[in-house]
């Protein structure tokens, strides 16, 4: 039996008083004192953990001035705050003892769009793909480009002066900010845009702190004019925070220079009013192979010649990690034959421009290869050491770009996969040179992490001079930890060397110690002065960038708690066991917005992240953590009845245990296992949740709704014997109520009343038996099939395992249907993990027998089918190799020349199951291989989760949840026009149920499409 957990970081007492008196307000927001919503919040993309006090989500801006305004009454005025965006910071911008400010759960309208003026304005919590997305019909875009753009808010964006891909043309987000408006530490509100010297003026002449603001900022950039200039380096990647250096343009003064980049510590922005850009007419991109990173980074310098929008470098490390990622199998074509990549894209609206550039570069290679020569691709005359580029291609589409970029993208994620105690981590990642120093540089920046003997990963923006590199470093040993600040220091002072900064692209937060090292002394003191202008109290986001002036407060430092501090007191063989969870770097891939895609749809409905496998594998985490003083034998043995009885009466009673706030964030996984692949660590939430539930059950009751789920493939297997009877029995308004008060399970399906067995006997099936099929001839196994039920559609959609067996014998197979078994997927989805095993050992002997029979074994359900490649994989760990279960595309993309041939104009639209698309990466395209050999355009359509997931969607307190997945993306996609929606196809069994629950038709198979047409 597991301990019971009790809380072990209570509120400090002013900040309890606080939140009880913000509670009293016309504050309309959410408050979130709970420790799982504290936990989650400790974390983003750094090495560091911090634990907040709070989260609150406001809805407006005047949520924030009741806020502050509450802060500043006399009680309160300890209290600090820190805005917080994505939570994708790699330096800890973010993390704060005081109270998170969330703007990101309902701060997120896009506003108002002139076209005419070239503008929008957006709420900070709006997600930089969002806002793409939804300018992206009137033919523009807000042009700074980030990996983590799926999840990016503007608020972050601005408050980091965020850029990525394409800086060199585009800048950074300060330089697409028309206004802004935001909120000071004392309530006062403020917008702040490009003004002249009279309005200035007028500025200057206001009470208050507004005016002591615009006093103060306007008399260090007047008096220190020559300074800043001589000080603020002229890169591209200057990163500082309050940019002095850019203030003063073209004869007018525009406070958003200081605003952006100042990381929450002067101001929390609640809108912004942003420069369109017309998207690009014409691209193109380039991925250049190299033998090695060196040759890569070399010829980069050469390529800047043709002015691309963007070059980028992925090296040897990361190349072969997204060997294990979904996102190589559309790339493996385009990087074969290359240990680093130099992605090169150009953009413009002269096509010809483009494409000459790209000849050039194109024919020196071929010309390279065919003289046999190691040359630049666009090699200079004087060049001593030309670079070898040894191949390229040439994207040939939009979808091969973006696959590409993607592959970019994924780059800090995938590091998180390197093999070993040892992960490249963030801490000295973003430094940046001009980048006619930048090979030399890199040269004594790898000389530098040799000596530690570290491994390392480096990726980035070589056009602008701003490379990631990531050490691999164990931050739970504390010989690591020392290798940090030692690390830190050393960089500080090779970067200073070549002219650049220690914060190209991510941000100071706990670097901040390092501002007097490059705006020396003075400058550093007047950053200070602008700190106390605005937050004289140093209440926001205290200790980063700079304290105010006259106080006594410091900066943070690179020493702050890590968390390998916390990781390390979780035994090894706990971690081992929990790899994954533990494995997560924050890099939060798992916020993606965007519904249309299948990553984590509990996440997307809630906007509560601790929905989303970050947050799951946090409070896992700290759960295993918490568990350490539990002894082992109280581990291992089942709980005592009445001691289980005593503490489920305890958690009736409200009994606080940890173990309920990890519960609840498990709960509400859907299992669709998107986070297996999606994520790029492949953080596996339903295996965890399942060993989580497993745990948790030894010391609290289970629901009687969990047994009759985890059985369901029996009961329904029962129920087919009878199915008149078990319909008229579940399909009635007293009977739905009965199940929904006493299980809490709504819409219980409707059995198949023409059963299997039925159709079967009619069709006079072969029998199947093993010892008859083990002596076919070798020339009967090529022409037989072996046909696997699965509970859902033999016993509720009998017709489709029927219109199965009917085609594959059309195409000449002898069809042996096996007899139905078990699978277990319920069980393993609730956490029944014994009895799941048990089914599964049986399982994988007869599996196997069949197997040796040499004859294809085909399954319908893709849920069913892959949990034999999965779950049983990792539940049998090893101990049997089981034969290949096909999903039915995957047999048929084999047998294209056996396939019926039809000719139609009409295309289909596939929908396809989120499993299937996660875990068979091929099977959609392979759908689309079948349709088009048999003659029938299919379409792909990009959609999410269908919000049903099997269980998930049966439970009521799933319903809104499940209702809300649904419209945000399956529901938009189904036309209202029955004559349409016929040509609309879902291969998944759950899918369909979901579509006739909420759009009231069940959507065809794609198998009996062909059927129907052949």
Not at 9 to 25: G, Q
Request: glycine fraction near 6%.
């Amino acid at each position: 039996m597991i301990p019971r957990l009790p809380l072990q970081e209570s509120l400090k007492p002013e900040y309890l008083l606080f939140l009880e008196a913000l509670a009293k307000t016309p504050f309309s927001g959410e408050i979130r004192p709970d420790f799982a919503s504290r936990l989650l919040m400790s974390t983003d993309n750094s090495i560091y953990q911090i634990l907040p006090q709070a989260v609150v989500f406001p809805k407006s801006e005047q949520d924030l001035v009741h806020l502050f305004g509450l802060a500043n009454q006399e009680p309160f005025q300890a209290i600090t705050f820190s805005p917080r965006g994505g939570g994708t910071g790699t330096n800890g911008q973010s993390l704060s003892p005081g109270i998170i400010i969330d703007t990101s759960k309902y701060m997120n309208q896009i506003l108002e769009v002139n076209l005419e003026q070239g503008w929008v304005r957006v709420q900070p919590g709006v997600v930089l793909d969002q806002l793409n997305a939804y300018l992206k019909p009137y033919g523009v875009f807000f042009a700074p480009s980030l990996s983590p753009s799926n999840r990016a808010t503007i608020g972050g964006m601005i408050n980091t002066d965020a850029c990525g891909k394409g800086s060199r043309i585009y800048g950074r987000t300060s330089n697409h900010i028309l206004e802004l408006a935001w909120v000071l530490s004392d309530g006062t509100t403020g917008r702040s845009r490009s003004i002249d010297s009279t309005s200035l003026t007028q500025f200057k002449q206001q009470s208050g702190r507004l005016g002591k603001i615009y006093r103060q900022v306007d008399e260090i950039v007047t008096t220190k004019r020559e300074l800043i200039e001589q000080i603020f380096p002229k890169m591209p990647r200057f990163m500082t925070g309050y940019n002095l250096a850019k203030v003063y343009r073209d004869e007018t003064f525009n406070l958003n220079w200081i605003l952006a980049g100042s990381e929450g510590t002067l101001a929390v922005i609640t809108e912004a009013k942003l420069k369109l850009t017309p998207i690009p007419k014409y691209k193109a991109l380039l991925a250049i192979h190299y033998r090695c990173f060196d040759d890569a980074l070399s010829d980069a310098e050469n390529l800047i010649e043709l002015e691309p929008e963007a070059i980028e470098t992925i090296d040897e490390k990361i190349l072969e990690l997204a060997k294990q990622d979904a996102i190589y199998s559309q790339v493996k074509d385009f990087v074969a034959g290359a240990q680093t990549l130099n992605l090169v894209e150009f953009v413009g609206s002269n096509q010809e421009e483009i494409q000459e550039k790209v000849s050039k570069i194109c024919h020196a290679i071929e010309e390279d290869r065919r003289n046999n020569l190691e040359g630049s691709t666009i090699a200079s005359k004087n060049s001593e050491q030309p670079q070898q580029a040894i191949g390229y291609y040439l994207a040939k589409n939009a979808e091969e770009i973006a696959n590409l970029w993607e592959l970019r993208k994924k780059g800090v994620g995938l590091l998180g996969n390197t093999k070993g105690e040892r992960k490249p981590i963030a801490f000295i990642e973003d430094t940046a040179v001009p980048p006619s120093s930048l090979a030399s540089y890199i040269r004594e920046f790898k000389a530098l992490l040799d000596e530690y003997q570290l491994d390392y990963a480096i990726y980035g923006h070589v056009d602008v001079g701003c490379l990631h590199v990531r050490p691999a470093l164990d931050i739970k040993m504390s010989k690591d930890e020392v290798a940090i600040r030692e690390l830190s220091d050393k960089v500080v002072a090779l970067v200073r060397k070549y002219g650049g900064v220690m914060w190209g692209e991510h941000g100071k937060g706990f670097r901040s110690e390092y501002t007097p090292a490059f705006f020396g002394e003075e400058l550093y003191q007047d950053l200070r002065r602008i700190k106390a202008a605005f937050d004289p109290d140093n209440r926001l986001n205290p200790g980063k960038i700079v304290t105010p002036f006259d106080s006594s407060a410091e900066v943070v430092r690179v020493e702050a708690p890590l968390r390998g501090h916390f990781d390390r007191q979780v035994p090894a063989s706990v971690r081992s066991e929990y790899e994954v969870a533990f494995s997560c770097n924050g890099n939060g891939a798992c916020f993606n917005f965007n519904p249309d895609e299948v990553m984590c749809p509990s996440s997307k409905v809630t906007r509560d992240r601790i929905h989303s496998p970050k947050g799951r594998a946090s409070l896992l985490r700290e759960w295993l953590r918490q568990l350490k003083t539990a002894r082992p034998e109280e581990l291992a043995r089942s709980g005592n009845f009445f001691a289980k009885v005593w503490n489920t009466l305890g958690k009736a009673w409200g009994v606080y245990d940890y173990s309920h706030e990890v519960y609840a964030g498990m709960h509400g996984c859907l299992s669709c296992k998107a986070c297996a692949s999606q994520c790029p660590i492949h953080v596996d939430i339903p295996q965890m949740k399942a060993k989580f539930l497993e745990l948790y059950y030894t010391r609290y009751f289970r629901p009687w709704r969990d047994y009759f789920i985890g059985n369901i493939e029996t009961l329904a297997s029962w129920q087919s014997q009878v199915p008149w009877l078990a319909n008229a029995l579940t399909q009635n308004p007293v009977t739905r109520w009965l199940i929904k008060q006493s299980f809490a399970a709504i819409d219980p399906p409707a059995l198949s009343t023409f059963t299997l067995k039925q159709g079967l006997a009619q069709r006079q099936a072969p029998e199947f038996n093993l010892n008859q099929l083990s002596n076919l001839s070798a020339a009967e196994r090529e022409n037989s099939v072996i046909l696997l039920q699965d509970a859902f559609t033999s016993f509720y959609e009998s017709h489709l395992v029927l219109d199965t067996y009917d085609f594959l014998c059309q195409l000449g197979y002898t069809v042996y249907v096996a007899p139905f078994f078990v699978n277990g997927k319920p069980l393993h989805v609730k956490g029944f993990l014994k009895e799941f095993s048990a089914i599964a050992q049986k399982n994988a002997e007869y599996l196997i027998e069949l197997g040796n029979l040499e004859i294809p074994i085909i399954g319908i359900e893709p849920s069913i089918v892959l949990t034999y490649r999965d779950e049983y994989v990792k539940i049998l760990d090893a101990k049997a190799t089981l034969p290949r279960v096909q999903l039915l595309q995957e047999f048929l993309v084999t047998q294209l020349e056996r396939l019926p041939k039809v000719a139609t104009s009409e295309p289909y639209y596939l929908l396809g199951h989120c499993t299937e698309k996660t875990i068979a990466l091929a099977s959609q395209k392979q759908w689309q291989q079948v349709f088009q050999a048999v003659g029938i355009p299919l379409i792909l359509m990009s959609a999410g989760c269908c919000g049903m997931a099997g269980i998930y969607g049966h439970e009521a307190e799933h319903y809104d949840e499940s209702k809300g997945i649904y419209q945000m993306s399956w529901g938009k996609h189904i036309p209202s026009s029955p004559e349409e929606r016929q040509r609309f196809l879902a291969t998944g069994y759950s899918c369909r149920s979901q579509v006739k629950r909420f759009d009231g038709f069940v959507p065809l198979h794609p198998l009996q499409v062909i059927k129907s047409k052949a």
